[in-house]
């Protein structure tokens, strides 16, 4: 079975400051991996997304991931962050070929300080 | 084109109630999915519908249950409540491949006392 595992719960960046928000995954193969980004009260937003081909993907908002094999995981990155990127950031796996089920790992919520 | 809409946003019922809860796709869409995220178990798939077929199941008791009309909105109802159904439910759709990004709605926070 596919799992996802976020290890930090919380991370408190300077605005301004570079970002790197962990994920790392279970899955026998390589699958389709996903970040989506929560802001309080709102649905889930994808922010970006990784299926094949270049392990660097580039998403809105400005955030990009890598994708390391050897290394089952997908980090989420961003240069400088901004306040309004205080929100919670959800890494999501999904299994190749059929339907697309997605299995979700806990959150990262992102403190932002001015 | 306007976004996922989730009807009612909020709603409180009693232990034992049951309740239904709908969501509107954006236009075109023919895939609808709904997810129970929770602080306990976060965000869990409950079950995808296309075309009016339920296409995927989550690991959910037969209490949810879900249906797409024609038109493509869905609707999915709780029987029996538990005060453990308490959350938020999120709708997603798509239009239905498994590449196809999933756009969500803003939720209905269900409280059961």
């Known amino acids: 079975a596919q799992s996802v595992t976020q290890p930090d719960i919380h991370i408190t960046v300077s605005e301004g400051a570079s970002l790197e928000l962990r994920c790392n995954y279970s899955y026998g193969a390589t699958p389709y991996l996903f970040w989506y980004v929560q802001s309080p009260g709102q649905g889930l937003q994808l922010l970006l997304k990784y299926f094949s081909g270049d392990t660097l993907v580039q998403g809105i908002k400005g955030f990009e991931a890598e994708f390391k094999r050897s290394q089952s995981s997908f980090n989420l990155r961003k240069p400088s962050v901004h306040w309004s990127d205080a929100a919670e950031y959800f890494c999501a796996v999904g299994a190749p070929g059929g339907s697309y089920i997605p299995t979700f790992g806990r959150g990262t919520s992102l403190i932002v300080h001015p | 084109k306007a976004g996922v809409t989730q009807t009612p946003r909020y709603l409180i019922k009693t232990r034992g109630q049951q309740v239904t809860l709908s969501c509107s796709p954006i236009?075109?869409?023919?895939?609808v999915s709904w997810y129970q995220q929770t602080p306990g178990q976060g965000l869990q798939f409950l079950f995808e519908?296309?075309?009016?077929?339920?296409?995927n199941k989550g690991n959910f008791p037969g209490r949810f249950s879900g249906r797409q009309f024609s038109n493509s909105r869905s609707e999915m109802n709780v029987s029996t409540l538990e005060l453990g159904d308490s959350a938020l439910y999120l709708c997603?759709?798509?239009?239905?491949?498994?590449?196809?990004?999933?756009?969500f709605g803003p939720g209905t926070r269900l409280l059961v006392l």
């Open positions: 236009s075109g869409h023919r895939s």
């Open positions: 519908y296309f075309s009016e077929t339920q296409r």
């Open positions: 997603a759709s798509s239009s239905g491949g498994p590449l196809e990004t999933q756009y």
